[in-house]
């Protein structure tokens, strides 16, 4: 069983940066592809980055490439997402997933924490 605790969300102007953070335990962390979703009031779940096993391979959704960047520390078992040029549309609940493929699909994410709210004001 593996646990995930997201941390660094917060609130930031349009244009800010915030960078968030996913601690991993309880598995062989370099085994899982690591993802980040989020969620916004009143919408389903989205992808939003992902990067596979040791890091050789990341993925972005459209609406964040070039602004945002997942990264991994296998080492400290850690995920992290550096959020740049924030901007309103970003607001949502972050949660970090670990899954067993290569994929940025969430059904197929084994693993969820319990999500950090992100909020951009214009």
């Known amino acids: 069983q593996v646990q995930l605790v997201e941390s660094g969300g917060g609130l930031e102007q349009a244009g800010g940066s915030l960078r968030l953070s996913c601690a991993a335990s309880?598995?062989?962390?370099?085994?899982?592809?690591m993802g980040w979703f989020r969620q916004a009031p009143g919408k389903e779940r989205e992808f939003v980055a992902a990067i596979i096993w040791f890091g050789v391979k990341t993925y972005y959704a459209d609406s964040v490439k070039g602004r945002f960047t997942i990264s991994r520390d296998n080492a400290k078992n850690t995920v992290s997402l550096q959020m740049n040029s924030l901007k309103p549309e970003d607001t949502a609940v972050y949660y970090c997933?670990?899954?067993?493929?290569?994929?940025?699909?969430?059904?197929?994410?084994?693993?969820w924490g319990q999500g950090t709210q992100v909020t951009v004001s214009s």
């Open positions: 309880g598995g062989t962390f370099s085994r899982y592809t």
């Open positions: 997933a670990a899954a067993t493929l290569a994929t940025r699909l969430a059904h197929e994410y084994d693993y």
